[in-house]
T-cell receptor, first 111, second 117 residues
Framework: GQQLNQSPQSMFIQEGEDVSMNCTSSSIFNTWLWYKQDPGEGPVLLIALYKAGELTSNGRLTAQFGITRKDSFLNISASIPSDVGIYFCAGLSGATNKLIFGTGTLLAVQP | NAGVMQNPRHLVRRRGQEARLRCSPV?????VYWYRQLPEEGLKFMVY????????ESGMPKERFSAEFPKEGPSILRIQQVVRGDSAAYFC???????????????FGEGSRLTVL
């Protein structure tokens, strides 16, 4: 089946640092999404990417859809304590019309 | 979470009992998706339904699990004869009619956390 490998698994950083995480796949996706999940909550959509090569920003977040359509990265600049949570990438398969989620990156921010 | 309502938020069952999880999609949405999240793992697709139709149930275990989305009322995920391995968070997401592959924006509920004793 389709798999998304997300790295790193976890990050422990100081407030104010920049963060980068990425997601790779063995399959091509038509759409890449990045979600954030707080403890005990459902995933909340952060950024959606629809075209290969696309670079999109949402405040301090920037994400890119890889040219090969098999990868994506998410950057967070000037991290703050409320950035703490688990970040998931998700790829939308055109063949199956369902989202495939990555394994998640746990982000901890030290004030 | 744009109005997807799930209940109960927490459910405790003993082995062998039945669990019923309900999902009311965003008003006007006709597509529902169920995902399961085991502790410290990502979300795994289970089933995709439209009103009165199961479109894709490739992620759902063949036994004990069933899902429905009737013409009226919420979508139900039903787990019969629960076992400890069923303990997980179950998330529902919905999307509108004419859902486009180019949007991909699924709205998730806050999840139902099942604990099997």
């Amino acid at each position: 089946g389709q798999q998304l490998n997300q790295s790193p698994q976890s990050m422990f950083i100081q407030e104010g640092e920049d963060v980068s995480m990425n997601c790779t796949s063995s399959s091509i996706f038509n759409t890449w999404l990045w979600y954030k999940q707080d403890p005990g909550e459902g995933p909340v959509l952060l950024i959606a990417l629809y075209k290969a090569g696309e670079l999109t920003s949402n405040g301090r977040l920037t994400a890119q859809f890889g040219i090969t359509r098999k990868d994506s990265f998410l950057n967070i600049s000037a991290s703050i304590p409320s950035d703490v949570g688990i970040y998931f990438c998700a790829g939308l398969s055109g063949a199956t019309n369902k989202l495939i989620f990555g394994t998640g990156t746990l982000l901890a921010v030290q004030p | 979470n744009a109005g997807v309502m799930q209940n109960p938020r927490h459910l405790v069952r003993r082995r062998g009992q039945e669990a019923r999880l309900r999902c009311s999609p965003v008003k006007g949405h006709s597509h529902v998706y169920w995902y399961r999240q085991l502790p410290e793992e990502g979300l795994k697709f289970m089933v995709y339904l439209q009103k009165e139709n199961i479109i894709d149930e490739s992620g759902m275990p063949k036994e004990r699990f069933s899902a429905e989305f009737p013409k009226e009322g919420p979508s139900i995920l039903r787990i019969q004869q629960v076992v400890r391995g069923d303990s997980a968070a179950y998330f529902c997401a919905s999307s509108p009619p004419g859902y486009s592959l180019n949007t991909g924006e699924l709205f998730f509920g806050e999840g139902s956390r099942l604990t099997v004793l």
